[in-house]
């Protein structure tokens, strides 16, 4: 199997010299390391230049953002599949690569253990069948995920989105184009939950939402608007106006706050038995 590990980095120095000994440190190297640089200040050409043995291909110019700079990465890969570290992220033991390519996978997308790095670390297994409803209220860890190359080709991240390309790339792959997936019992990477996407939740979900209703038919969206965790859309008028009140008037806050109490009620009226405890939506909340 091979496999190019892509890094993207913008003045992160510290994050890349973190991810460029993960790399390094690999006992099975990577078929190829292909930096993207986005003409960083920081002094990050220099760390590239001190690892350039190490790294295949590297390139250091302005781009457009994150996904465009991951975009550029796959353009540039001769691999068969493709794994994103990007600056700060790392491979979280020596051995994740060789035990990657020993599984004997041949499928489109191959995802692996994450460990989320908490004050108690935990382990995060991805799902070992992929359903919509899955996809829908969460995603896979890109750090954890090999990718077919060709697959990224023809389906290149969305580079307007500024948080959620990789999960829209999931969704469009997995669900509209079928692709095979497997999962495999391996720890990949560590994941960081200072990283920006996960310290910009509420943002990361409204853009979310914004995808699901650009590219899911009405009907679904209607039926999983009504699943039980989120409830991005609601299911009445009055569970609607909740979530605008927390969203526009009083933000973060209170918006976290009616999520967690409408995912509440909407678990506890299903375990009683309530089809519909509020009037039903004529509209799919759009």
Same mark, same amino acid.
């Given at each position: ?57 590297? =390139?250091?110019?302005? +781009?457009?953002?994150? #996904?465009? %700079?991951? &975009? ?7 691999? *068969? ?106 720890? =990949?990477?560590?994941? +960081?939950?200072?990283? #920006?996407? %996960?310290? &910009? ?7 979310? *939402? ?77």
């Amino acid at each position: 199997m091979n496999i190019s590990v892509i890094t993207v980095n913008r003045n992160n120095l510290s994050g890349l010299r973190k991810t460029v000994e993960s790399v390094r440190t690999q006992r099975v190297k990577p078929y190829e390391f292909i930096v993207i640089d986005g003409a960083s200040t920081d002094g990050s050409s220099a760390l590239l230049q001190e690892y350039s043995s190490l790294i295949t291909y590297s =390139v250091s110019e302005p +781009d457009k953002g994150i #996904y465009n %700079a991951m &975009n550029k990465g796959v353009a540039a890969a001769k691999g *068969e599949y493709c794994i994103f570290m990007n600056s700060g992220d790392c491979f979280c033991n020596d051995d994740a690569i060789r035990l990657l390519s020993e599984t004997g996978a041949t499928q489109d997308i191959i995802c692996g253990n994450a460990v989320i790095l908490e004050d108690v670390p935990r382990r995060k297994q991805p799902p070992k069948e992929i359903t919509l409803n899955f996809l829908y209220n969460q995603s896979l860890c890109h750090q954890s995920v090999l990718i077919r190359t060709s697959l990224l080709r023809a389906e290149p991240y969305d580079e307007s989105l500024k948080i959620v390309a990789d999960r829209k790339f999931f969704l469009k792959a997995l669900v509209f184009s079928n692709c095979s997936y497997k999962a495999v019992d391996i720890d =990949v990477a560590n994941y +960081d939950i200072t990283g #920006y996407s %996960a310290k &910009n939740r509420f943002a990361s979900e409204q853009e979310w *939402e914004k995808v699901l209703r650009d590219t899911l038919p009405e009907r679904i969206l209607t039926d999983y608007g009504r699943s039980v965790s989120g409830v991005l859309y609601g299911t009445s008028p009055y569970e609607r106006m909740f979530l605008e009140i927390g969203r526009r008037k009083y933000r973060k806050p209170v918006y976290r706050m009616v999520r967690s109490f409408l995912s509440f009620l909407s678990v506890f009226r299903k375990s009683a038995g309530f089809v519909n405890v509020f009037p039903k939506s004529e509209t799919s909340g759009r």
